[in-house]
C-alpha cells in the first residue's frame, strides 16, 4: 500500500520543475517563512498562527509546499530524509490552514436550513477539517486564486457528499462568491475528498475502519442503527466506536505537527 508521504509527494506541480530544480531553490521558497531543508526545530506559534496572510503571501506560501512536495518526491527511498521535508511540508501546510479553519462554521451557516435534522453536525465539522488539509494539499497556487475560495467550496462540496442535503440545492450551489472571487467546484481538483482519510486508517482496529468507510467514505453513508445491526451492538456503542476512531485520526494529525 502506497504510504501516506509518498501520495502526498506526488501532488506538486510538475510544470514548474524548472523553478523547484534551480540551485537556490531552497532560499527562494522556504528562507521567507524561516526554514530551510535543514530545519529539524520549529515555532508552533508559527504554524498554528491565525492571522490571515497577504494573497501574495498565501500564493508564496503555497508554492514552498509544492517546492517541499517535489523535495520528497526526490527522497521517497531515504526514509529518515523524506520524514524530515514532511515535517517541514505540515509545518508549512498547518500554517496555510490555519486562517481558514472557520471556514467550516462558515459553509455549515450557509447550508444550515438545507442539512437534515438526524444529521450529526459533529460529524460535518470533522469532515470540513479532514477537507480543509486535502484542499491544502491540493491547492494550486499557479491559477491565480486564493485559498479560502477553494477551501469553502472543498468543504461545501464535501458535506454534499455525505448527501445530508437537498439535492436540488447542491445542483443550484456550484461555487462560493467570497466578494474576491469564485472559485469553481471542478472534478479535476476533488477527484475524492475522502483520500485525507484514506491514508491514515492504518491506525484504526478493522471494526473501526469499517465503520469509518461506512460513515465517511461509502457513497452510501448509513446510519449508527444500521451499523448496530451489522456488529450485533446499540446505537450508542456505535457511536462510541466512531468517536474512538476519529480520536485516533486526529492524534495521527496531531503527531504530523510533531
Same mark, same amino acid.
Given at each position: 500500500?502506497?504510504?501516506?508521504?509518498?501520495?502526498? +509527494?506526488?501532488?506538486?506541480?510538475?510544470?514548474?520543475?524548472?523553478?523547484?530544480?534551480?540551485?537556490?531553490?531552497?532560499?527562494?521558497? !522556504?528562507?521567507?517563512?524561516?526554514?530551510?531543508?535543514?530545519?529539524?526545530? #520549529?515555532?508552533?506559534?508559527?504554524?498554528?498562527?491565525?492571522?490571515? !496572510?497577504?494573497?501574495? =503571501?498565501?500564493?508564496?506560501? #503555497?508554492?514552498?509546499?509544492?517546492?517541499?512536495?517535489?523535495?520528497?518526491?526526490?527522497?521517497?527511498?531515504?526514509?529518515? %530524509? +523524506?520524514?524530515?521535508? #514532511?515535517?517541514?511540508?505540515?509545518?508549512?501546510?498547518?500554517?496555510?490552514?490555519?486562517?481558514?479553519?472557520?471556514?467550516?462554521?462558515?459553509?455549515?451557516?450557509?447550508?444550515?436550513?438545507?442539512? %437534515?435534522?438526524?444529521?450529526?453536525?459533529?460529524?460535518?465539522?470533522?469532515? *470540513?477539517?479532514? &477537507?480543509?488539509?486535502?484542499? +491544502? @494539499?491540493?491547492?494550486?497556487?499557479?491559477?491565480?486564486?486564493?485559498?479560502?475560495?477553494?477551501?469553502?467550496?472543498?468543504?461545501?462540496?464535501?458535506?454534499? @457528499?455525505?448527501?445530508?442535503?437537498?439535492?436540488?440545492?447542491?445542483?443550484?450551489?456550484?461555487?462560493?462568491?467570497?466578494?474576491?472571487?469564485?472559485?469553481?467546484?471542478?472534478?479535476?481538483?476533488?477527484?475524492?475528498?475522502?483520500?485525507?482519510?484514506?491514508?491514515?486508517?492504518?491506525?484504526?482496529?478493522?471494526?473501526?475502519?469499517?465503520?469509518?468507510?461506512?460513515?465517511?467514505?461509502? =457513497?452510501?453513508?448509513? &446510519?449508527?442503527?444500521?451499523? *448496530?445491526? %451489522?456488529? %450485533?451492538? *446499540?446505537?450508542?456503542?456505535?457511536?462510541?466506536?466512531?468517536?474512538?476512531?476519529?480520536?485516533?485520526?486526529?492524534?495521527?494529525?496531531? @503527531?504530523? =505537527?510533531?
Amino acid at each position: 500500500m502506497e504510504s501516506y508521504i509518498a501520495k502526498i +509527494a506526488k501532488k506538486f506541480n510538475s510544470k514548474h520543475i524548472n523553478l523547484f530544480t534551480q540551485k537556490n531553490a531552497s532560499k527562494q521558497f !522556504l528562507k521567507p517563512f524561516g526554514l530551510s531543508l535543514n530545519s529539524t526545530c #520549529f515555532d508552533s506559534s508559527f504554524e498554528n498562527n491565525r492571522t490571515k !496572510l497577504t494573497k501574495d =503571501k498565501e500564493i508564496q506560501l #503555497f508554492k514552498a509546499l509544492h517546492f517541499i512536495k517535489f523535495k520528497i518526491n526526490c527522497v521517497l527511498d531515504i526514509k529518515k %530524509k +523524506a520524514e524530515q521535508y #514532511f515535517r517541514i511540508y505540515t509545518v508549512l501546510r498547518n500554517r496555510a490552514i490555519s486562517p481558514h479553519v472557520d471556514v467550516i462554521s462558515i459553509c455549515l451557516n450557509k447550508i444550515s436550513r438545507r442539512v %437534515k435534522q438526524s444529521t450529526d453536525i459533529a460529524d460535518l465539522k470533522e469532515r *470540513g477539517y479532514m &477537507t480543509l488539509i486535502y484542499a +491544502a @494539499d491540493r491547492f494550486d497556487p499557479w491559477r491565480g486564486y486564493q485559498f479560502n475560495t477553494y477551501a469553502g467550496a472543498a468543504v461545501i462540496h464535501s458535506f454534499f @457528499d455525505r448527501k445530508h442535503t437537498d439535492k436540488r440545492f447542491f445542483e443550484s450551489f456550484v461555487s462560493i462568491n467570497t466578494n474576491e472571487e469564485i472559485y469553481p467546484i471542478e472534478t479535476e481538483q476533488h477527484e475524492d475528498s475522502n483520500e485525507i482519510l484514506n491514508g491514515l486508517l492504518e491506525v484504526l482496529t478493522e471494526r473501526e475502519k469499517i465503520i469509518i468507510y461506512h460513515r465517511f467514505l461509502s =457513497k452510501k453513508n448509513i &446510519t449508527f442503527k444500521e451499523i *448496530g445491526k %451489522k456488529f %450485533k451492538i *446499540g446505537v450508542e456503542r456505535s457511536r462510541q466506536i466512531q468517536e474512538k476512531a476519529l480520536k485516533k485520526l486526529r492524534e495521527q494529525l496531531d @503527531d504530523q =505537527k510533531g
